[in-house]
């Protein structure tokens, strides 16, 4: 029985990477439920990677940083393929080369540069597909579990992701004037990728969250992949402008007495 209704339906994928990249477990799983999936990475290096990992793909390549190929990859997209069921945004990037520094020594580039990639892309990209975007057509994008509490590792990205959240409304908003089209957001708690490796301390909080969930095991990549598909599938058509917080419930444990015994017995 196909649940989800994903049989035949088409998604754009912006954001596979590698065999731990969320986008890739959504891709995987669309799939195994029948759906055609179309790729778009940032550069051609990622392209020859990530094919591998789906060799009969279709992929694209496109910086959004550059507003220019984002008009092109539309063009290309267009010249393929008519319409979309769904489209996933899977993209977001943060300069940490100078390590961690206090919010308050945010450069504005740095937060510039992160925006423009992990929040304003959105914007840019669902305008540029509107038109290859069915009338009831789902985005979804990924966030992350809370944006309020301070970590410092994280730095300036929380405020950021802050800003992707808030435009969720503003998108639905708009598209509601001429379509259907939803816009919604995943939200996991950390998870083990190579994107987030890349973060200061971040194993530390990693391991730390893995003791303050419940179940003293980390929220997986799939976990998180699985919530995607079901936003984007048909089945999910009543949910518009909501972050879906998926954190193998961290937030609700923060007391757990284990971990205040090893923090005020230490």
Do not use: W
């Amino acid at each position: 029985m196909d649940f989800l209704q994903l049989a035949g339906k088409r998604f754009l994928i912006f954001g596979v990477a590698n065999r731990k990249s969320v986008a890739y477990f959504v891709a995987k799983m669309l799939q195994e439920q029948g759906a055609q999936c179309v790729f778009v990475v940032q550069n051609d290096a990622i392209k020859e990677k990530a094919s591998k990992l789906f060799p009969d793909g279709v992929f694209f390549t496109c910086d959004v940083e550059r507003e220019e190929e984002i008009i092109e990859l539309r063009r290309q997209v267009g010249e393929q393929y008519q319409e979309f069921d769904g489209l996933l945004h899977s993209l977001a990037f943060a300069d940490y080369s100078e390590g961690v520094k206090p919010f308050h020594e945010t450069t504005k580039k740095a937060f510039m540069q992160a925006l423009d990639i992990s929040c304003f892309s959105l914007v840019e990209i669902a305008r540029a597909f509107k038109d290859l975007l069915k009338n009831d057509a789902s985005v979804v994008t990924m966030s992350i579990s809370t944006t309020t509490m301070a970590s410092e590792n994280y730095g300036y990205m929380a405020p950021i992701k802050a800003a992707l959240d808030s435009s969720l409304a503003f998108l639905s908003k708009s598209f509601s004037q001429f379509s259907n089209i939803r816009f919604n957001a995943v939200a996991p708690s950390l998870l083990k990728t190579s994107a987030s490796a890349g973060i200061p301390g971040y194993l530390d909080s990693y391991l730390y969250a893995e003791q303050v969930i419940p179940r003293k095991r980390a929220l997986a990549t799939e976990e998180a992949a699985a919530t995607v598909v079901f936003l984007l599938s048909p089945r999910s058509s009543g949910i518009v402008a909501q972050k879906i917080v998926v954190d193998a419930g961290m937030s609700i444990n923060y007391f757990d007495k284990d971990v205040i015994d090893k923090t005020v017995n230490r």
